[in-house]
């Protein structure tokens, strides 16, 4: 089998969430937006499909490594990975991720199998945690800590078991605010009781000092982890931070560097549970690597970020993180509706709060071609 071709198509539809000039989404009014879909296409008329990816960098560079050879995916993806070297800003971990979540795509409609079942599926279903967005202003939204608590409840009664919030963040012009943070934190456990799960997830360049102050006030309120409260470049603030709190410290999440950055960060102990997600360590395979890392040292890993790809290496984690990232949620979105490309949602979640992975072959999608059709420019 060779591919043939590697298509890039970009399409329309109506969006309600708007991005903040520090790149966070909210609730706001309907806009135009754009998603693109990536197709490696085979001789033998089998296609891998993934959405989302940087449609430059796939066309400029990743298409040369993948058109007209046999096809032997993890060689091309190996390439790709030496290419970055001296093209790291055209050649994102984003653009390499599009392409593997293909190509994982290609071979489970070749083989006919789901992909966590190719990856030796260990689960079918997992846990999901209600991840809200950052807190804004808006009256009724998530502005207040009553409002995070009026959320947490919504959630609850949904059936979500965890709930992780993130906090207030700059372009707000007060924000970030530490004790507000924990306000917010103490509502909603104050809100929802004991028995359900919280994280959070804050403002990510605190001092160490605020981050020290935010984890010891989160130990007496049982939370499950703090995230990314400091820059991730400084792995010695995160030693420094984790060696003092016996509330576990989740990372790293957004530091460039794949396993080798995880695998430097288990060895100095610089968080006490692993984190990452396809589209920050370039997909499905350096996931699965990373997830037999921590296995190897006794540590969890928490995946980063929803998605169908983040959802089957889930499945397939010989030790499993705890959770499934469904969101980002608002109490003024309904993300059950599944976007309009698509016919049903990749990660339905049942009143329990467990999260279902798709049987179809590879990633499972239920695609809408009709949508994307008439929505292409
Ligand atoms: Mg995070």
Redesign the pocket.
């Known amino acids: 089998m060779k591919v043939v071709d590697v298509i890039t198509e970009v399409f329309h539809y109506k969006s309600r969430v708007v991005r903040d000039a520090d790149g966070h989404g909210h609730p706001g009014p309907e806009r135009d937006a754009a998603q693109t879909l990536l197709r490696i296409v085979t001789d033998e008329g089998i296609e891998g499909c993934c959405f989302g990816g940087p449609v430059d960098a796939i066309q400029r560079i990743a298409r040369s490594a993948l058109i007209g050879e046999a096809l032997l995916p993890r060689a091309h993806l190996k390439r790709l990975n030496v290419w970055q070297r001296l093209r790291i800003g055209v050649l994102s971990d984003k653009a390499l991720c599009a392409v593997d979540l293909a190509l994982w795509d290609l071979a489970g409609h070749a083989l006919n199998q789901p992909i966590h079942r190719l990856l030796g599926a260990y689960r079918d279903k997992v846990r999901a945690y209600a991840s809200t967005m950052c807190g804004d202003e808006l009256p009724g939204g998530l502005d207040t800590p009553e409002a995070y608590a009026d959320f947490a409840e919504q959630c609850k009664e949904r059936g979500y078991t965890a709930f992780k919030l993130h906090g207030w963040m700059p372009p707000i012009a007060w924000a970030p605010d530490a004790r507000r943070d924990v306000a917010a934190c103490r509502a909603v456990r104050q809100r929802v009781g004991d028995g359900m799960a919280l994280m959070l997830?804050p403002f990510h360049y605190y001092s160490r000092e605020e981050a020290l102050y935010i984890g010891r006030e989160l130990e007496k309120l049982d939370f499950a982890w703090m995230?990314?409260p400091m820059d991730e470049h400084s792995t010695a603030s995160y030693v420094w931070l984790t060696e003092q709190l016996a509330l576990p410290v989740c990372g790293p999440?957004t530091a460039e560097g794949k396993l080798q950055t995880r695998a430097e960060w288990i060895v100095q102990k610089a968080s006490d549970i692993s984190r990452g997600g396809v589209w920050d360590v370039g997909g499905i395979t350096p996931l699965m690597k990373i997830a037999h890392l921590c296995e190897a040292f006794g540590v969890s890993l928490e995946i980063?970020g929803n998605g169908v790809g983040n959802l089957h290496a889930l499945c397939a984690m010989p030790i499993p993180g705890a959770y499934y990232e469904r969101g980002l949620l608002h109490p003024f979105l309904d993300y059950d509706q599944p976007p309009p490309w698509l016919h049903e949602a990749v990660d339905p979640m049942d009143s329990e709060g467990w999260v279902h992975v798709s049987p179809r072959p590879g990633l499972g999608m239920n695609i809408n071609f009709d949508y994307i059709r008439s929505h292409t420019q």
Do not use: K
Request: aromatic residues 0%; proline residues 0%; charged residues 80%.
């Open positions: 997830d995230e990314e999440e980063h």
